[in-house]
T-cell receptor, first 111, second 113 residues
Framework: GAGVSQSPSNKVTEKGKDVELRCDPI?????LYWYRQSLGQGLEFLIY????????KSGLPSDRFSAERTGGSVSTLTIQRTQQEDSAVYLC?????????FGPGTRLTVL | DQQVKQNSPSLSVQEGRISILNCDYT??????FLWYKKYPAEGPTFLIS?????DKNEDGRFTVFLNKSAKHLSLHIVPSQPGDSAVYFC????????????FGKGTTLSVSS
């Protein structure tokens, strides 16, 4: 079956611009997560959605970051007024239980 | 402060030998531990996991050991194969499934033939 997909695979933007990253989770998975991996770092938790509950936004680094999940499926991560330190690979994952299934990521480069 | 630490950024092993990747954690509330493997330009893929009520879990060539008193876990790969060359991430989770994972920084394993 289809895995987690993310788009775009690469995004280059200028400092100060807004970007939207998309995630299509595995059908039927109730939980969806966003992580990011900066150069030389591990995966850093950003936000997660579980069913109809309010999302856990505790990992978002600033109020420039926001995410939504429409209809319990597709999610969009929005970064406003991008900064160079936002450059990273943004990974989405979905799960039903403990094991999280990851998408290929979106590589964001802020010039 | 890092809650999950992988203190070896890299490991080189010869084909056929054992690879041992280590991971330490600080939060005694972690209840579930997972290892992920990541190839360049791909997302991490799940490898093996262990619950805090166990001290060992085995799946083919992969075995994970958990020492709760030392807050330490390790992944053993025997025998190592060139295709195992990748970045390995240790991750920990809290009291229930569906919560966010806390990842270490990863260890890059290189298996030479």
């Amino acid at each position: 079956g289809a895995g987690v997909s993310q788009s775009p695979s690469n995004k280059v933007t200028e400092k100060g611009k807004d970007v939207e990253l998309r995630c299509d989770p595995i059908s039927g998975h109730t939980a969806l997560y966003w992580y990011r991996q900066s150069l030389g770092q591990g995966l850093e938790f950003l936000i997660y959605f579980q069913g109809n509950s309010a999302p856990d936004k505790s990992g978002l680094p600033s109020d420039r970051f926001s995410a939504e999940r429409t209809g319990g499926s597709v999610s969009t991560l929005t970064i406003q007024r991008t900064q160079q330190e936002d450059s990273a690979v943004y990974l989405c994952a979905s799960s039903l239980g403990w094991e999280q299934f990851f998408g290929p990521g979106t590589r964001l480069t802020v010039l | 402060d890092q809650q999950v630490k992988q203190n070896s950024p890299s490991l080189s092993v010869q084909e056929g030998r054992i690879s041992i990747l280590n991971c330490d954690y600080t939060n005694s509330m972690f209840d579930y531990f997972l290892w992920y493997k990541k190839y360049p330009a791909e997302g991490p893929t799940f490898l093996i996991s262990i619950s805090s009520i166990k001290d060992k879990n085995e799946d083919g060539r992969f075995t994970v050991f958990l020492n709760k008193s030392a807050k330490h876990l390790s992944l053993h790969i025997v025998p190592s194969q060139p295709g195992d060359s990748a970045v390995y991430f240790c991750a920990a989770s809290g009291y229930q499934a569906g919560t966010a994972l806390i990842f270490g920084k990863g260890t890059t394993l290189s298996v030479s033939s």
